[in-house]
């Protein structure tokens, strides 16, 4: 799937889109798992790190978002966790091999609000090497109206940010971009992604992104797979409040039972995902 112009393509713009990542079977059955994911009802037992929207609890008119999802559904995790990939992302973030730091299930329904400009890598400070390769992989097809993904086209080449403003529902979701672009001297342009169902975006964890609100009539539904490199370690000072539970007192490895090695050139891929 990575021919020179699309790595090129990366290099300059901060993303590359993929046509045809995944089958219409794989979408219809990812789609039918976010009522149930959404509503609690989590098929292995296990609850996600990060449960974002729930029914009841949070308005309806926000983004939905559950993180790192595969602990909660084998359909998921066969999707976020596949060789493909893992191998998409290592081949982009020019590593040896790529293992999972986070998943994203995302599902924007018709009202929902916008989701504040950002770089993933604002997030990456609790791992050494630091930077995620992300695959974005939409269930539907995406329109501008319908509050697609947009990239800010070069903005991975700026300096990285601390984390800026609301993400979740800003009134302007754009005003953290401006203000990034500002501070580097960067001209802003603004790429919104439209692609169909089963496409994927493979995009850089420096470059700016957001979603605006879903002013169509469908909704927006999307896997996200944040990868870092398989020869990540713990950072030995800096924390994630969420995910360095996951480390092991007086060790920085990290565990494939929770940050399994998708793809490596070796042929090594984390023995357990075979099980999916």
């Not at 079977?25 to 959404?38: D, G, H, I, S, T």
């Not at 040896?96 to 997030?123: C, M, T």
């Not at 791992?127 to 539907?140: K, N, R």
């Not at 020869?231 to 490895?253: A, I, K, N, Q």
């Amino acid at each position: 799937m990575l021919d020179q112009t699309r790595i090129d393509t990366f290099r300059r713009d901060g993303f590359v889109i993929i046509r045809n990542l995944l089958s219409g079977a794989q979408v219809e059955v990812a789609r039918n798992r976010f009522e149930p994911l959404f509503q609690g009802r989590f098929e292995t037992g296990i609850y996600p790190d990060e449960w974002n929207w729930q029914e009841g609890r949070d308005p309806p008119d926000r983004t939905r978002q559950i993180c790192n999802g595969w602990k909660s559904d084998r359909t998921i995790a066969r999707i976020v966790l596949s060789a493909c990939v893992g191998e998409l992302c290592a081949q982009m973030g020019g590593w040896e091999g790529a293992r999972i730091g986070q998943d994203n299930v995302l599902w924007k329904p018709p009202g929902a609000k916008s989701l504040g400009f950002h770089q993933d890598d604002s997030y990456c400070h609790w791992v050494v090497p630091a930077g995620y390769i992300t695959c974005w992989m939409p269930l539907d097809a995406t329109t501008a109206a319908g509050g697609t993904i947009e990239y800010a086209r070069g903005s991975h080449l700026w300096p990285l940010s601390l984390p800026k403003g609301k993400f979740h529902a800003p009134e302007d979701y754009h005003a953290t971009l401006r203000e990034a672009a500002a501070e580097a001297g960067g001209t802003i342009d603004i790429v919104p992604i439209e692609v169909a169902a089963g496409d994927a975006v493979i995009h850089h964890g420096r470059v700016w992104h957001g979603s605006g609100p879903n002013s169509a009539a469908v909704p927006r539904r999307a896997l996200v797979s944040h990868c870092i490199s398989a020869d990540c370690r713990f950072h030995p000072t800096e924390v994630s409040y969420v995910y360095s539970r996951y480390r092991r007192r007086g060790d920085l490895d990290m565990d494939e039972s929770f940050f399994p090695i998708l793809w490596r050139a070796d042929g090594y891929r984390t023995p357990w995902l075979a099980s999916l």
